[in-house]
């Protein structure tokens, strides 16, 4: 399973990498139709190069090459998709502002707009190949709530083209609670594996004794990949499962890997993107600054009190748009059909306009474009009193948009919070 896809993601990168140069020679031979020539594209080389190298960083950064959108959820990657070129876009804009000649401006619109086109076709068609052959996995250990869970995991995701062959545990109780045929105990691992050629065992067992960690390291030996629980749901659904996590998962998950590199580059997209972001959104502001006022009394901005990295409080403002006062009674969640909301305000959050001076969040280094969306303090105390390990989703700066909202609908119950946080998460063992 992770052979295919580490080889379906490299061929996601690829293809994208050759969409986009067909993109740029495509841009400007419709720009310059009757000037199409060698020199021109050698001329416009350095310009090519920024913008196919930006937008596979942003999409690097977006995590929009995990599998984890199945072909059923193909309007949803491509938006992605589009979200991607759209913060690329940008970001070349705050480069090109420096260098103007390196892209002519037709030939900059032009090619994210074959960009787009292109890669959603391919990427239709890419994610839909599955692989020949069925890939055979074996669930060892665990109680059966876990054991259900990989089951139905694997089960609903088509395109892995996986069968769990089996189950081995010592627990009588698991077999009751899941449909997976049961094949003796965990003594029994070496002779499984070799009897149904099993490609990939995935350890369900909260804790590993000496006798089944001697038994998965001979597996490995046998060229058989061992996953862990966790590791495989991360890697099937793109979530974290925060019912099934404990303090192993957040030291060896967490701990095991430096990304300063990573984390230093995406400071400085924050930044290019924040600065271009606020060039271009000055006028629109302004229109939408003289609309609040004109509707409504109040300030043109809302404060709120957030809880940022390491849980410390931070100051995110946002455009008004609901009546002044709305927020008196303590009440932080918008409610369907909330009258608090004024109509310039409905048009401000359709559009996520009244977001913009979040850009000067990032610009101070409190948030970041893409992370766990800030909540309220008042509501951050609830939830770690409700949801396991919430006050660990604050180990990374909050951003404007994130993984969860990208992958779930709006949700103001303790039920989305918690759905939510598996996606959070995710991201934060992706990010570190």
Known sequence: MQTYIKDKMALLVAGDFVVMVVAYLLALLFGYKSTFSEKLIFSNFAGSVILIFSALVIFFVIDAYSLHRTPLRLMRQS????????????ATTFI??????????????????????????????????????????????????????????????????SNIVGLLSDIPETQKRTACPQLGGVKD??????????????????????????LLVECMQMKVRVCSFSRTVEEIAGQI?????????????????????FWLVKRYIDIGIAITGIMLALPLFLVASLAIKLESSGPIFYRQIRAGRDNKPIKVWKLRT???????????????NDNRITRVGKLLRKIRFDEVPQLLN?????????????????????????????????????????????????????????????????????AS
Not at 79 to 90: F, K, M, T
Not at 242 to 256: A, C, H, Q, R
Not at 322 to 333: E, L, P, Q, S
């Open 362 to 430: 990032i610009l101070s280094g409190e948030m970041s474009l893409i992370g766990p969306r800030p909540e309220a303090v008042s509501l951050v105390e609830k939830y770690i009193e409700a949801i396991p390990y919430y006050l660990q989703r604050h180990m990374v700066s909050p951003g404007i948009t994130g993984w969860a909202q990208i992958n779930y609908r709006y949700g103001n119950t303790i039920e989305d919070t918690r759905q939510k946080l598996m996606y959070d998460f995710y991201y934060r063992g992706v």
């Open 241 to 261: 499962p925060v019912n099934y996590l404990d303090d192993n998962w957040f030291i060896i998950e967490l701990g095991s890997q430096n990304k300063r590199y």
């Open 96 to 161: 090109f502002f420096f260098f103007r000649d390196a892209v002519p401006r037709k030939v900059f619109l032009l090619f994210y707009l074959f960009s787009a086109l292109l890669i959603i076709g391919l990427r239709s068609i890419t994610v839909r190949k599955a692989p020949t052959q069925t890939h055979r996995m074996l669930i060892v250990g665990g109680c059966g709530g876990r054991s259900k869970f990989i089951e139905n995991l694997i089960t609903s995701n088509d395109y892995l083209c």
């Open 79 to 90: 938006l992605v998709i589009i979200l991607g070129l759209l913060l690329s876009s940008v």
């Open 189 to 214: 691992l070496l002779s499984v594996v070799k009897a149904h050629k099993i490609q990939t065992v995935i350890v369900a067992s909260k804790k590993v004794s000496d006798e089944m960690a001697r």
């Open 322 to 336: 609901m009546i002044d006062g709305a927020d008196k009674n303590n009440v932080h969640w918008t409610l369907d």
